[in-house]
Each structure stands twice: as C-alpha cells, then as structure tokens.
C-alpha cells in the first residue's frame, strides 16, 4: 500500500459501518467481493428508502468497482448520495473506505458502485417517488 492510496473519511454520517470477520473470505484469504456488493446494496437502499418515504427494491447495478482489497480486520463504512431521482426509481452512488491498521491505522477508498431501486407500493408494485421536503 503506497502512501498516495491513503485518504479521509468524508465528513458525513456513513449509512453504514461493519467490522469485516473471517468468515466473510474468499479463496485468496480477503474479503470475498459478493459480500461487498451486500453491504454496498445495503447501504444504497437505506437512502433509497428515506428518500421514497417507503419500500424499495433494487433493480440495477449500473457500475461497481473495486480499488483495493478488504482484509479482515478492516472496518469499512459506506457513504451514499442521491444522484438521481426520476418518476418511481432512484439512483443512489456509493462510496466505500476502509479503516486498517489500528496501530498504524490508514484509511483506503476500496469501493465506490451506483444502484438503481424502484419505489414500491403495498402490492410491490412501482409508485411514484414523493415529492422532497
């Protein structure tokens, strides 16, 4: 790890943080992509939710990528924005960091993705997003 890879957690609450374990590995002994793009979905879908006022589903994953390996250990937190808000769907960007180390501890952009989630009504059917306050 370069020094150049090392940043600052953004100064906003993340939606979520979670303590990565061993059982969340791969093959390689890192942290096993999949269980990523969870806690990214996650996470998206919390501010999809309070942005629809209600139930959402997720319908695309328009892009994902990934910077840097996730050890275990490492604590990551998800950050989200609104990028879009269109009839029933919203598009949320998330970006994801991790904070290692703790005796020398450095924190790395590891992730950053965009999702799409669809507002739904009681019958799971589309709705309208409401209108922002």
Same mark, same amino acid.
Not at 45 to 52: C, D, E, F
Not at 76 to 105: F, K, L
């Given at each position: 790890? *370069?020094?150049?890879?090392?940043?600052?957690?953004?100064?906003?609450?993340?939606?979520?943080? &979670?303590?990565?374990?061993?059982? #969340?590995? $791969?093959?390689? =002994?890192?942290?096993? =992509? =999949?269980?990523?793009?969870?806690? &990214?979905?996650?996470? =998206?879908?919390? +501010? +999809?939710?309070?942005?629809?006022?209600? /139930?959402? @589903?997720?319908?695309?994953?328009?892009?994902?990528?990934? %910077?840097?390996?996730?050890?275990?250990?490492?604590?990551?937190?998800?950050? *989200? #924005?609104?990028? /879009?808000?269109?009839?029933?769907?919203? *598009?949320?960007? !998330?970006? &994801?960091? @991790?904070?290692? $180390?703790?005796? $020398?501890?450095? *924190? !790395?952009?590891?992730?950053?993705?965009?999702?799409?989630? !669809?507002?739904?009504?009681?019958? %799971? /059917?589309?709705?309208?997003?409401?209108?922002?306050?």
């Amino acid at each position: 790890m *370069t020094t150049k890879n090392k940043v600052k957690l953004p100064d906003k609450q993340p939606a979520i943080r &979670v303590a990565t374990r061993p059982k #969340d590995t $791969n093959a390689a =002994g890192n942290i096993f =992509g =999949g269980w990523i793009m969870s806690q &990214v979905d996650i996470a =998206g879908s919390i +501010a +999809a939710v309070q942005r629809a006022k209600g /139930r959402v @589903a997720t319908v695309a994953v328009n892009s994902f990528e990934f %910077h840097e390996p996730v050890f275990v250990g490492d604590l990551i937190s998800c950050y *989200t #924005d609104i990028i /879009r808000v269109g009839n029933t769907s919203i *598009t949320v960007g !998330v970006e &994801v960091y @991790a904070q290692r $180390n703790p005796s $020398n501890p450095e *924190t !790395v952009r590891v992730t950053q993705a965009e999702l799409t989630y !669809v507002a739904l009504d009681e019958n %799971h /059917r589309p709705r309208q997003v409401p209108a922002e306050n």
